[in-house]
C-alpha cells in the first residue's frame, strides 16, 4: 500500500509517500509545496486545493494521512490553517472518500519516536531507522509528513474516538507496540 502524508499550511505545506510491502516500509518520495509567492491568502486556497490535486494524480496514494489542527496562540493564524486544511481535505475527498485519516501531532511524535513531545532530531533519526536509508530532508515540513505517514501506516485499523483521532494503543504508543499490533493485523 502506498501512504500519503500531509503537514498542512497555509503558506508551505509538507508531503511524504511511503509503501508499506509486508512488514517493512520504503521511502518513496517527499517535498515541500510553498504558497507563499501568492500575496492573497484567498488565491492561495485555491493553489492549495490545485497542488492536492497534482499530488494524488501523480502518486495515486491509496490512503491520504492528515496532521490535525494545533494549538496556537494567534486566533488570525489559526483560522488560515483550518482553512488552508479545508482546502487539502476537499481535494483529497474528491477520489478518496474514507480513505483520508487525521492524527494530532502528539499521536505521531508517539507512534514515530516513542515520546510524545519529541523534537525534530528525534522524529528525523527514527524515520530513518525505520525507512531504512539516509535520508536528507531538506525541510522539517517534509520529515514531518513522513512521519504522519508513517503514523497512519502503523495505526491502520487501531481503534478511532468519537473525533476521529487515533485512540493509543494500551499502555500509550510506542513504535514497539505499533510494530507488534502491525504483526496481528
Given at each position: 500500500m502506498l501512504f500519503l502524508g500531509i503537514d498542512p499550511g497555509s503558506r508551505k505545506a509538507?508531503?511524504?509517500?511511503i509503501k508499506?510491502?509486508?512488514?517493512?516500509?520504503?521511502?518513496?518520495?517527499?517535498?515541500?509545496?510553498?504558497?507563499?509567492?501568492?500575496?492573497?491568502f484567498l488565491d492561495r486556497l485555491g493553489l492549495i486545493y490545485?497542488?492536492?490535486?497534482?499530488?494524488?494524480?501523480?502518486?495515486?496514494?491509496?490512503?491520504?494521512?492528515?496532521?490535525?489542527?494545533?494549538?496556537?496562540?494567534?486566533?488570525?493564524?489559526?483560522?488560515?490553517?483550518?482553512?488552508?486544511?479545508?482546502?487539502?481535505?476537499?481535494?483529497?475527498?474528491?477520489?478518496?472518500?474514507?480513505?483520508?485519516?487525521?492524527?494530532?501531532p502528539n499521536l505521531v511524535k508517539s507512534t514515530v519516536s516513542g515520546h510524545g513531545h519529541a523534537n525534530k532530531e528525534s522524529i528525523d533519526k527514527?524515520?530513518?531507522?525505520v525507512l531504512g536509508q539516509d535520508l536528507d530532508f531538506k525541510s522539517h515540513d517534509e520529515s514531518d509528513a513522513l512521519a504522519i505517514a508513517l503514523c497512519h501506516a502503523l495505526m491502520r485499523g487501531v481503534p478511532v474516538t468519537k473525533k476521529g483521532h487515533a485512540k493509543a494503543l494500551k499502555g500509550?504508543?510506542?513504535?514497539?507496540?505499533?510494530?507488534?499490533?502491525?504483526?496481528?493485523?
Open positions: 509538507g508531503y511524504g509517500l508499506k510491502e509486508g512488514r517493512k516500509f520504503h521511502y518513496v518520495d517527499s517535498g515541500s509545496l510553498r504558497y507563499d509567492k501568492v500575496p492573497s490545485e497542488s492536492c490535486e497534482e499530488i494524488i494524480k501523480k502518486y495515486e496514494p491509496d490512503e491520504i494521512a492528515i496532521e490535525s489542527l494545533i494549538y496556537v496562540k494567534s486566533v488570525p493564524s489559526l483560522a488560515k490553517l483550518a482553512q488552508a486544511r479545508g482546502a487539502m481535505v476537499a481535494a483529497f475527498m474528491k477520489t478518496h472518500q474514507q480513505k483520508v485519516f487525521e492524527y494530532s527514527s524515520l530513518k531507522l500509550g504508543t510506542s513504535l514497539k507496540q505499533a510494530f507488534r499490533h502491525l504483526e496481528k493485523s
